[in-house]
């Protein structure tokens, strides 16, 4: 039993609890006139063809368009666009170097004196230098030359004895 509080009178309390009555019915009669409109809403979509896996899809597409439409979004899309750019600037930059690099070491001295002296050796053990052989084609005849004498047998040596 709830304690009658001191400061209200008995007329006053009939009166509340005929409001609490009246607003406890009300809200019953609320949740079934809602019932009846979700049962009206879901059959409204049942004629209409549309499925709980549509009504996501579209809520999901909406939210993404929100998320999409926010300033957050934006200035983080913003960032990530301006990294990207950046770092592609920076991997070409590295590829140009490198290449500059390259083409420095062939260009050096101590390259075009191994290229000349791979070019010697071609020269003694293949014959003369085809005209317009590049390095790496010298370096493939090289090659086969090599693999060539190692499965020949050696020639005989022929030692005059004293």
Do not use: C
Not at 77 to 95: H, I, N, R
Not at 116 to 127: F, H, I, P, R, T
Request: proline residues 4%; negative net charge; aromatic residues 4%.
């Amino acid at each position: 039993m709830l304690s009658a509080p001191e400061n209200l009178s008995e007329e006053e309390q009939d009166e509340l609890r005929r409001e609490l009555a009246k607003v406890e019915e009300e809200i019953q009669t609320l949740s079934q006139v809602l019932a009846a409109k979700e049962k009206h809403l879901a059959e409204i979509k049942r004629k209409l063809g549309i499925s709980s896996l549509q009504e996501l899809k579209q809520n999901i597409a909406k939210g993404w368009q929100d998320v999409t439409a926010t300033s957050a979004y934006k200035k983080t899309s913003e960032t990530l666009s301006q990294a990207g750019q950046k770092a592609s600037a920076a991997f070409s930059s590295v590829g140009s170097v490198i290449t500059k690099k390259l083409e420095d070491v062939k260009n050096s001295p101590t390259f075009k004196s191994f290229e000349e002296k791979v070019e010697n050796l071609k020269s003694k053990v293949g014959g003369a230098k085809p005209a317009g052989g590049d390095f790496g084609e010298v370096l493939n005849s090289t090659a086969n030359a090599t693999s060539a004498e190692a499965t020949e047998p050696p020639p005989a040596q022929t030692e005059a004895l004293p």
